[in-house]
């Protein structure tokens, strides 16, 4: 079996980033998103090198062995897509594709859209392309969903990552349950009075894609770094926005993929988006809706994402 090896790297962006990787061949960088970390792509590095690719999953700005600056202000999006760039650059390629799941997307999206130069392919799971909207999201957010959006709640200082570390177990138990595929339904909107984690309640019985060991990893990965960098990500949405304006609905212009479970909250609740996406993602090869799938698309099914993958890159 391919070997999945580790060590750091000096992104060009100034971070020092941990990346697991596998395999030889043209780069394909893998970008985790929350609450997760390189493990969440451990079914597709071995995957992707067999098939003749160097696979790259680091832990991105904040998260896990990676780790990241104190400052809310460093989490923006040009931060967090400088350094996948600069990673492309550290690892000694000129272009990369570049495959994202979850808040990994986003920054998928966006390296392509500012870099399309660096990017051989964009992939993106559960997370379609939004074009710029008119307004700030965090208000707009507010409106539609109130204050106890996962979002908005996001904002708070200090409370989110206070209530997420202080069982991680049980934190990782909850949210990798209640936003799978096997859970009865979620509904990301904190109650009046209440934690996030109320509305990730426990399973009785975990999901058969996720291990005692898996949970025990995504703890021990999790050990010094916390949950405030990977909450200040949120805390960055409306500064993304102002950062951005120049991009304003400026179009993805690299060959791209879009996979995602038809039971991911996430991804069924902007259908109206993945609908029209190829008018600001105009070479979107293919949309793939896996049946039964939840949110953590990669490692609930992990077969149908690697096939996925697989005829995507064999295609550019």
Not at 174 to 186: E, I
């Amino acid at each position: 079996m391919t070997d999945i090896t580790h060590r750091f790297v000096e992104s060009a962006s100034g971070l020092r980033m941990h990346v697991a990787e596998a395999g030889e061949g043209p780069l394909v960088l893998l970008l985790h998103g929350f609450p997760e970390c390189w493990y969440s792509w451990r079914h597709q590095l071995r995957a992707l090198a067999e098939a003749g690719f160097h696979a790259v999953a680091p832990d991105q700005r904040g998260y896990a062995r990676t780790g990241g600056p104190a400052e809310v202000d460093q989490y923006t999006i040009l931060h967090l897509a400088g350094d996948a760039v600069g990673l492309i650059d550290a690892l000694g390629e000129e272009r990369a594709v570049v495959v994202g799941h979850d808040w990994g997307a986003p920054v998928a999206w966006a390296v392509a859209q500012l870099r399309p130069d660096r990017v051989r392919g964009v992939a993106a799971l559960s997370v379609p392309h939004r074009p710029r909207s008119s307004r700030p999201p965090v208000a707009t957010m507010r409106e539609l969903f109130g204050d106890g959006f996962y979002m908005v709640h996001f904002q708070r200082p200090d409370v989110p990552e206070a209530e997420l570390g202080r069982d991680p177990e049980a934190t990782f138990r909850g949210m990798l349950y209640a936003a799978s595929g096997d859970a009865p339904g979620f509904l990301p909107v904190v109650p009046e009075g209440g934690g996030f984690l109320d509305v990730c309640p426990l399973p009785e019985e975990t999901p058969a894609w996720l291990t005692e060991e898996d949970i025990a990893t995504y703890v021990a990965e999790y050990a010094d770094s916390g949950f405030a960098g990977p909450v200040n990500w949120y805390r960055n949405l409306d500064r993304n926005w102002d950062l951005t304006a120049a991009w304003h609905r400026a179009p993805v212009t690299p060959p791209a993929l879009f996979v995602a479970g038809d039971r991911d909250v996430v991804a069924t609740g902007a259908r109206d988006v993945i609908d029209r996406m190829r008018d600001f993602v105009p070479d979107l090869r293919d949309t793939v809706w896996l049946p039964g799938c939840g949110h953590w698309t990669q490692q609930e099914r992990p077969a149908e994402v690697n096939e996925a993958l697989l005829g995507f890159l064999r295609s550019l």
